[in-house]
């Protein structure tokens, strides 16, 4: 692996909803996906408390720009990957910012 470039993880179910996380231990974002038939959500996951100032996740699959509270750390993105191992979900403590119109 680079040392210059963070990576990035995506956990699928047998459904294919997925929950997918980019960068580093400090600065990361977590996008999870859910499928209905054959449509589907896309969902940018970030803290309760909002932020309108944009940042920047420099990672593997390039530049993703996010709102600060929805830049999260690697403990957060674990306690939201086990939450959607166990219940499919996203944990309620959590927004949900839906981008799926980037996807059509």
């Given at each position: 692996m680079e040392s210059n470039v963070s990576p990035y993880v995506i956990f699928s179910l047998n459904n294919n909803d997925f929950?997918?996380?980019?960068g580093g231990i400090k600065s990361l974002v977590v996008e999870a996906r859910f499928y209905e038939g054959d449509s589907f959500k896309h969902f940018i996951i970030g803290k309760k408390?909002?932020?309108?100032v944009?940042?920047?996740i420099e990672c593997k699959v390039g530049p993703i720009?996010?709102?600060?509270?929805?830049v999260l750390n690697v403990?957060?993105?674990l306690e939201l990957f086990s939450y959607f191992y166990f219940e499919?979900?996203?944990?309620?403590?959590y927004n949900k910012r839906?981008?799926?119109k980037q996807f059509a």
């Open positions: 929950i997918q996380c980019a408390e909002m932020s309108n944009w940042h920047t720009r996010v709102l600060g509270h929805e403990d957060e993105a499919n979900d996203i944990l309620p403590t839906n981008i799926t």
